[in-house]
């Protein structure tokens, strides 16, 4: 069985500053882990995805990544927040042994921007 | 144009009513999923067909069904709507060679 617990429904920034968003999971085999963010009234955009190559994952916007087996987390960060930055954002897990790639969604954190 | 659309957009119905929510896609997959969104619980799957002649129940199937009419198109039924199905649902597709799900806008639906 797999899980995902993003640790904070909320996180608030101002802009400019850093962004850190938690996400641990558990998943019995090797996982792909995604991050997605939804703006307000759009669908699901995938931001970046780490399939066991690099641990440091490059997305979309400036977001990156990084894979802690040892921690078994998946945060999210980017160094320098901006408004459009403001949305919802999901992690979400797969286990590549399930013939269905089925996906495990967070309950997701909603970021704010400041001005 | 979107790659995977859905419609309607918005839905407001009444209690007992049935309803049909429509997913398209052109990115020729063969996978398609249909999923619900409610604060605080991320998306929870509810059907998937992995081609037109299979379909699967997912976590949350109970009060619906579904209808693949073609590879392309994929149908999400609420045989008789109620209230605790207010959410906000999305479709999805993806292939057998990468995990990777992409998603349509999201139909956001009201039952009163």
């Known amino acids: 069985a797999q899980s995902v617990t993003q640790l904070d429904s909320h996180v608030s920034v101002s802009e400019g500053t850093p962004v850190l968003l938690r996400c641990n999971y558990s998943?019995?085999?090797?996982?792909?882990l995604f991050w997605y963010v939804q703006h307000p009234n759009k669908g699901l955009q995938l931001l970046l995805k780490?399939?066991?190559?690099?641990?440091l994952v490059k997305g979309i916007n400036g977001f990156e990544a990084e894979f802690k087996k040892s921690e078994t987390s998946f945060h999210l960060t980017k160094p320098s927040a901006h408004m459009s930055d403001a949305a919802e954002y999901f992690c979400?897990?797969?286990?590549?042994?399930?013939?269905?790639?089925?996906?495990?969604f967070g309950g997701g954190t909603r970021l704010m921007v400041k001005p | 144009d979107a790659d995977v659309t859905q419609t309607p957009r918005n839905r407001i119905t009444k209690t007992g009513k049935r309803i049909m929510l429509e997913c398209s896609q052109t990115?020729?997959?063969?996978?398609m999923y249909w999923y619900r969104q409610d604060p605080g619980l991320g998306l929870q799957l509810i059907y998937y067909?992995?081609?037109?002649?299979?379909?699967n129940k997912g976590e949350i199937s109970d009060g619906y069904s579904v209808s693949r009419q073609a590879q392309a198109k994929f149908s999400l039924s609420l045989e008789s709507a109620i209230p605790n199905q207010t959410a906000l649902y999305f479709c999805?597709?993806?292939?057998?060679?990468?995990?990777?799900?992409?998603f349509g806008p999201g139909t956001r639906l009201t039952v009163l």
């Open positions: 979400v897990v797969s286990d590549r042994r399930n013939a269905g790639n089925m996906l495990t």
């Open positions: 998943s019995s085999y090797s996982p792909s």
């Open positions: 780490y399939t066991s190559a690099a641990t």
């Open positions: 990115k020729g997959h063969d996978r």
């Open positions: 067909s992995f081609d037109v002649k299979d379909i």
């Open positions: 999805a597709t993806g292939s057998d060679s990468t995990d990777t799900q992409y």
